[in-house]
């Protein structure tokens, strides 16, 4: 089902005819390092033909144990973001998870993105949304794609029609997620223009002190999740993913993410002329 495109960035149509990237790390670590994988992020958007934003974290609040890094903070990481959207031009994204963060974020972010753990938090989406930029919702673990709905119908009571929602994995047991790849039809029904996160729904979330994963399925369940209809991907990118300082075990190394991006574009122009024949 098509719905109406929703423009996350100036140029930057999600559920129009192009397949828009988030991509970046999970976290700010580095200044330079921040910089260095945006324009390799840019070189790849350019050569495999897709808009990208560049996202990363100034703070990760929602980190499973205390000991973990969380990130440099709103003010020096927003400096930093803004560094990356004025060097390379790339429009930015970050995670907002209180109120009175997001009109800060809102100065420097052409995407403010409330994390799913947040994602039924009224006052933190209604903020969000009341700054003018686009909101991305994370649809929670524990949500069922019918019921993010209420969420975006929160977002979208303010007047801002720019809302999105991100499927990244319903919990599955214990340690685990699966994607319901009926998510994307569900949420199309309702009007809403869905994008897949690739590396978060490979998490084994919650085993041991760090979060764990399955880096090896990215391929498949990203060419799956552009099969159903995903509007956008979004993934995780670091130069040396183990040593990332969060979520080391699913982000990928940026010729991984590149040749990936191929694959799926594959799949997506196949499905395209498969209805052009029809």
Do not use: W
């Amino acid at each position: 089902m098509n719905v109406d495109p929703v423009e996350l960035a100036p140029g930057v149509l999600l559920g129009g005819s192009a397949l828009p990237v988030i991509a970046g790390p999970c976290v700010l670590e580095e200044p330079g390092e921040a910089l260095e994988i945006a324009q390799i992020l840019k070189r790849i958007g350019s050569r495999v033909g897709v808009p990208v934003i560049f996202k990363a974290s100034y703070d990760k609040a929602n980190r499973s144990s205390l000991a973990s890094y969380r990130g440099p903070g709103l003010d020096a990481g927003l400096d930093v973001l803004l560094q990356v959207a004025t060097e390379t031009g790339l429009p930015v994204l970050t995670d907002v998870h209180e109120p009175n963060h997001c009109a800060r974020a809102a100065e420097v972010c052409e995407v403010l993105q409330v994390p799913a753990f947040l994602c039924r938090q009224t006052d933190l989406i209604l903020a969000a949304a009341q700054t003018g930029r686009a909101v991305n919702l994370k649809k929670g673990q524990f949500m069922a794609p019918d019921d993010m709905r209420r969420a975006v119908d929160k977002a979208r009571s303010t007047g801002n029609s720019r809302v999105s929602v991100t499927e990244r994995g319903v919990s599955f047991g214990y340690h685990n997620l699966v994607v319901d790849m009926r998510s994307f039809e569900i949420l199309h029904a309702e009007g809403i223009p869905v994008i897949y996160d690739v590396t978060h729904s490979l998490q084994l979330p919650g085993a041991g002190e760090e979060t764990g994963g399955q880096r090896q399925f990215a391929e498949p369940l990203a060419r799956a999740a552009v099969a159903a209809g995903a509007d956008g991907l979004y993934l995780e990118v670091h130069p040396q993913p183990d040593r990332a300082r969060s979520d080391s075990t699913t982000q990928l190394q940026p010729e991984r993410a590149e040749a990936l991006l191929a694959s799926v574009l594959s799949v997506r122009r196949a499905l395209g002329e498969e209805n052009s024949s029809k």
